[in-house]
């Protein structure tokens, strides 16, 4: 997954729209983006497209955060249509995955969906208080957690910054909140995934910020607008000289198997090189 496209889950039309846009998966979100007087119905609408689309690519539900008291009804509303996961934002941390595990398996149950199924990726620096938890996914979140992201526009308000950003680049404590974020994915062995970037006709600035996310090591970028995802997809593909690159390190290891490092026209090559080789790989086969 390169790409994931939140799409506000009260607007069928956009809802239609973010299904050709060639983005890797849709977030319908049922939070930030709904207005309180369109939560209930959104919970509807995005059943309805879940149910309708989930065989054409990996469909999240963003959920509302467990402290409005709305997730349980968000759940039991999209459960039986079968998403591919559910987004949590505002995750405090992964004993807050286990709890959302734990309503999921019950609702598996009750609808008849497979037990177990529906993952979990959640918002994991919405609050100052998460950021001392990054730890806690690896050990708590248990085997749904599918990736984490990081957002850096509930977590200006929560500590009271008036913006977030400097010069068009996040100041440091959101650089933190994003280190952190994919320190804590890398942890627990699961993707993470870059925020948005809200200024969604400055395409220039998404794609320097995209480059920078592959560069760190994020697995994928969230977009908010369709123009946003073509652009990401590009980003995080690996080009056609870094696949060149990795084949010729994974050959070059498969003849010399006992080899610790090699040498590939007068360069050393060794086994950290493998394995990120073998990653560039295994992002290159992932689906488009
Ligand atoms: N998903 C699907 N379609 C979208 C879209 C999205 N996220 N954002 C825009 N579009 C559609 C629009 O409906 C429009 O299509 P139309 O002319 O056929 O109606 C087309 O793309 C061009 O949109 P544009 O006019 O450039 O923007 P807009 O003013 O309609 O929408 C936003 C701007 C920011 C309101 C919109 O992009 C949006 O709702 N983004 C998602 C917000 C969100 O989910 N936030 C929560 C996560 S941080
Ligand atoms: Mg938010």
Redesign the pocket.
Known sequence: MRSL????GHDA??LA??LD?GADALIV?LE??VPDAEKARARGVAAEFVAANRDRLPLYVRVNALATGLTLDDLSAVVRAQPYGIMLPKCGSGGDVARVGAYLSELEAKDGVSAGSLRILPIVTETAAALFEMASYARDAGPRLSGMMWGG?DLATDIGASSNRADGRYTPPFELARSLCLFGATAAGVTAVDS?YTD?RDVEGLREEARAAVVAGFGAKAA????QVQPINEVFTPSDEALREATAIVAAFAQQPGAGAVNIGGRMFDRPHLTAAQRVLARAKQRR
């Open positions: 496209l939140f799409v506000p039309r956009k729209k973010g846009c979100d930030d983006s526009e948005v969604f908010i607008h369709p123009g």
